[in-house]
């Protein structure tokens, strides 16, 4: 089994819909992260949590909002889409107590299109 | 801030050629520096990572990387290209256990028969 799923894999919408995109790991891990990943871009930070009660925004995180339901999951949501959040997102895990904290470890991505 | 630059956008190798991807990454310190791989439809995998030591790593699926402090790169290198190696490689800096990791862009690598 895969240690971090994303749900639901592919996803169609419309503009001002409310999307929740969900990542869950068995990996133990703290620390959790999403990204967006657009062509020529690279990936960008989105938000960023730490433990359960430690929730921090990255670099895009305007129009997104996130939940930390426990340690093993990490929701983010678009709570009015828009078609320029168009992109596939990504969830990633990381483990400071391994002593190689920046080290991260991805889902298989999420694809969501909004039209 | 620290920062990432991948040159190449696109990249097509013969099967059986070497292949070479540059990065150059910009940091203040002492740098933790990855190359990830994510082949179509699939996420990112770590084919390897430097955080100090040898400046040589050797990765998965026979790739290896060079850290050259005086360039401020951290190069992937493979001897000879299979078919399967066709995919999307991202360096990425990583600033030492604060969690900010930053990626490049990504070259997209075509291999051809």
């Known amino acids: 089994d895969a240690d971090v799923t994303q749900t639901p894999r592919n996803r169609i919408t419309k503009t001002g819909k409310r999307i929740m995109l969900e990542c869950s790991q068995t990996k133990g891990h703290d620390r959790m992260y999403w990204y967006r990943q657009d062509p020529g871009l690279g990936l960008r930070l989105i938000y960023y949590?730490?433990?359960?009660?430690?929730?921090n925004k990255g670099e895009i995180s305007d129009g997104y909002s996130v939940s930390r339901q426990a340690q093993a999951k990490f929701s983010l949501s678009l709570e009015s889409a828009i078609p320029n959040q168009t992109a596939l997102y990504f969830c990633?895990?990381?483990?400071?107590?391994?002593?190689?904290?920046?080290?991260?470890?991805f889902g298989p991505g999420t694809r969501l299109t909004v039209l | 801030a620290q920062s990432v630059t991948q040159p190449d956008i696109h990249i097509t190798v013969s099967e059986g050629a070497s292949l070479e991807l540059r990065c150059n990454y910009s940091?203040?310190?002492?740098?933790?520096l990855f190359w990830y791989v994510q082949s179509p439809g699939q996420g990112l995998q770590l084919l390897l990572k430097y955080f100090s030591g040898d400046t040589l790593v050797q990765g998965i699926k026979g790739f290896e990387a060079e850290f050259k402090r005086s360039q401020s790169s951290f190069n992937l290198r493979k001897p000879s290209v299979h078919w399967s190696d066709a995919a999307e490689y991202f360096c990425?800096?990583?600033?030492?256990?604060?969690?900010?990791?930053?990626f490049g862009t990504g070259t997209k690598l075509q291999v051809i028969p």
């Open positions: 940091y203040g310190a002492t740098p933790y």
């Open positions: 990633a895990t990381s483990d400071p107590s391994s002593g190689r904290a920046d080290e991260q470890f």
């Open positions: 949590s730490f433990d359960v009660k430690d929730i």
């Open positions: 990425a800096v990583g600033d030492g256990g604060y969690q900010k990791v930053t």
